[in-house]
């Protein structure tokens, strides 16, 4: 028997056990180990017998593919814990892939038995993520106490084909509308006729968990008024993370991970483009006046407006006179790609370091859906939720420094783009008015950035005096929207 079993475990397969088979081994005889020129070792679980006990099948739960051609990620944090009992669709882990922070779900119900890495270790796409005991039909329900995992094997061990492809599908986070849950939880709710807006969650983030739903169908409390706004959940100002200190006089060797990985493979492949650079000041007096008549209405409703919207669909309305700008080049530079989508990227300061989502189809939204969008991706980014659908994609980026305090800048491109700007603080200036006579204005500084291959300096400027009219004039944007 015991050499049937090491057969099992030797080629990484999953076994079962029988444990009134097992009644009857002494102690000594649980532990197998391989010999000293294998690199593996195993040791079989310790077994609390029940009378009532049946088969346990410990099986694992495979890290699923996250998108992107993604193969491996960090794990950020651990959403279970040893002995926890899990249903199919529980959230299990948050991991960071170089693009985005994506929650995986369980594909499994059973009891956690081993969690395969640390927080902050590197997991591979494909390999044991959790072992979970998986209950199966017919046989005595298990215990927390039923199993003890001394040591599991880390070597791969395949699951069936259903089992992956049922990963896959709860590999990401659902954003079918405002509520954070699981599909599994949006199944329940929509078979029992409950409007998940109106149930108060209580996992992290107010993420709405499967108990959260099965207090409402078992009637414990009822639900608030019938149709109250989701629950807002104010997400923290945003923060640079804190400068890694040396203590006892000893350097410290940091890996770069993450988005830091993404920054320094972005910048290196910028480095090899001749950039053009373009700068510029404009008048947005008109435009603070304008931004606080809507930043006071909007607000009403509960839409925090920057001037950022409106940059971004000047800068669109400008691009659909300058095409050439909003297109993409390969990376010979033998071929350029017109795109008919406007993806404009935003550059955004997180606690994970710089990431640039953007939104999608700008000139087909109005100045409120951009900042309604806006918003949605900057909470995103501050809670680590991006998806890699929204970061990848744009067609042309824009930083605004400002925020931070700069006045000047020069932007660095994001190939395959050609063209990114830049934006500094608005400052209060005297300068002339149309009648000579010196006046107060805001004037903010913005910069240009191109693909000098492929774009001449002619054209961004005048790209640029486009742009600029509609930010110094903004009732013109209304003319020039479709």
């Known amino acids: 028997m015991l050499a049937s079993v090491g057969k099992l475990l030797g080629r990484g397969l999953s076994c079962r056990l029988r444990l009134d088979s097992c009644a009857a081994l002494p102690r000594s005889c649980l532990a197998l180990s391989a010999n000293s020129s294998s690199h593996n070792s195993y040791s079989l679980p310790r077994l609390s017998l029940h009378t009532n006990a049946g088969l346990l099948k410990l099986q694992p739960f495979n890290l699923p593919d996250v998108g992107e051609a993604i193969e491996t ?12 009992r899990l249903s199919m669709g529980d959230p299990v882990c948050e991991v960071q892939s170089d693009k985005s ?11 956690v038995r081993q969690l395969m890495y640390k927080q902050g270790d590197i997991a591979y796409k494909g390999q044991p993520l959790v072992m979970i005991d998986v209950e199966e039909e017919g046989t005595g329900v298990q215990t927390d106490q039923a199993v003890k995992q001394d040591h599991v094997p880390t070597s791969p061990i395949p699951v069936t084909a259903d089992s992956e492809q049922s990963a896959a599908r709860s590999s990401s986070v ?101 950039q053009f650079g373009y700068s510029d000041e404009v008048d947005v007096t008109r435009l603070v006046e304008l931004h606080g008549l809507l930043k006071a209405e909007l607000g009403k409703k509960g839409i925090k407006f920057s001037y950022m919207p409106v940059f971004i669909k000047a800068l669109s309305l400008a691009l659909l006179q300058y095409p050439v700008l909003n297109s993409h080049v390969d990376e010979a530079c033998t071929t350029m790609t017109y795109k008919y989508s406007h993806n404009i990227g935003v550059a955004m300061d997180t606690p994970e370091g710089l990431i640039v989502p953007n939104i999608k189809g700008v000139e087909r939204k109005s100045v409120l859906e951009i900042a309604m969008d806006l918003n949605h991706l900057q ?71 191109a693909d000098h291959r492929v774009i001449d300096g002619a054209t961004v400027a005048r790209f640029s005096n486009v742009w600029k009219s509609f930010v110094n004039n903004p009732a013109t944007m209304i003319v020039n929207m479709a």
């Open 73 to 84: 990620v960090e794990v950020k944090e651990w959403l279970t814990k040893l002995g926890d």
């Open 101 to 111: 922070s994506v929650v995986v779900y369980t594909p499994l119900s059973g009891v």
């Open 174 to 274: 659902s954003h079918d509308d405002s509520v954070l849950t699981t599909p599994a939880v949006r199944r329940i709710a929509r078979e029992n006729g409950i409007d998940l807006r109106t149930v108060i969650g209580t996992g992290k983030d107010g993420r709405v968990l499967k108990e959260d739903v099965m207090k409402l169908v078992e009637g414990v409390h009822s639900a608030p008024s019938p149709s109250p706004p989701p629950v807002k959940h104010t997400p923290p100002p945003p923060s640079s993370p804190p400068p890694i200190a040396t203590s006892g006089g000893v350097d410290r060797v940091v890996p770069l991970k993450g988005f830091k990985a993404v920054m320094v493979r972005t910048m290196t492949a910028s480095g090899r483009v001749p």
């Open 379 to 449: 909470e995103l980014g501050l809670k680590g939720q991006l998806l890699p659908s929204d970061i990848t994609g744009g067609t042309f980026s824009l930083s605004n420094i400002g925020n931070v305090g700069g006045t000047y800048l020069k932007p660095l491109l994001l190939p395959p783009e050609v063209a990114i700007g830049g934006l500094g603080k608005i400052q209060v200036l005297p300068r002339f008015d149309e009648n000579g006579n010196v006046a107060k204005a805001h004037v903010i500084r913005v910069n240009w950035s």
